[in-house]
């Protein structure tokens, strides 16, 4: 309790023993029980809980069957307006402007590059994002890098120790997020142009 009193005598003067305070309380629970089941299975440890967790999610994940290569247009007399699937290109505006509207207070994903960085350096990242990322749509390649994402189970209801309780997140790379965003509003307006022209 003094040390508690001494956190925030100092706060007025001094944040960073608050900080330190909050952050420990942070790392020491991370809301994931001690000892987590899976049907008959009992993980103890931090690594068979992961290696749990990693299982379960694999098997309840169902792999959508590959799809045929190309895309398929079909022939509508407002394409001069709607741009198809197959000739999806992003600008540089809205390349800076995604980069500039990033949550800063977002963390790093697996690339360990914090939102934070990215957004303040918006205007030097532009032009070699706005290459690959077009590089990318023209070839039909995304970046094997970008793939990867950090996965954090968030408990759902019930028993918290059971592991199938929980959702999978996946905590993405922060430039994957800036292309997904990009993608996202062309293939929204895509969608909407194909709505309004029916």
Known sequence: MNY??????????????????VGSKRQSN????????????????????CDMFSDYFASVYDSP???????????????HYCPTLGNISVSVEDTLEV????????GAGPDEIPSM???????QLV????????????????????KIAHITPVFKSGD?????????????S?????????VYQRLLHHLRCRLDGA
């Not at 045929?68 to 394409?79: E, L, M, P, Q, W």
């Open 4 to 21: 508690i009193k001494f956190i925030e005598d100092s706060l007025s003067s001094s944040s960073k023993p608050f900080w330190e305070f």
């Open 174 to 182: 922060c430039m994957a997020k800036v292309f997904e965003k990009l």
């Open 30 to 49: 991370n809301g994931i029980p001690r000892v987590m089941h899976l049907g008959n299975t009992i993980a103890r440890s931090g690594p068979e809980i």
């Open 99 to 106: 980069l500039s509207s990033l949550d800063p207070n977002k």
């Open 65 to 79: 069957s590959p799809a045929a290569s190309g895309v398929v247009n079909d022939d509508c007399d407002f394409t």
């Open 160 to 172: 918290a120790s059971d592991v199938t309780n929980y959702r999978p997140i996946s905590i993405l």
């Open 127 to 146: 032009m070699p994002l706005y290459k690959i990322f077009n590089k990318s749509l023209e070839e039909g390649v995304f970046p094997n890098l970008w």
């Open 117 to 123: 960085f990215v957004r303040c350096c918006a205007t």
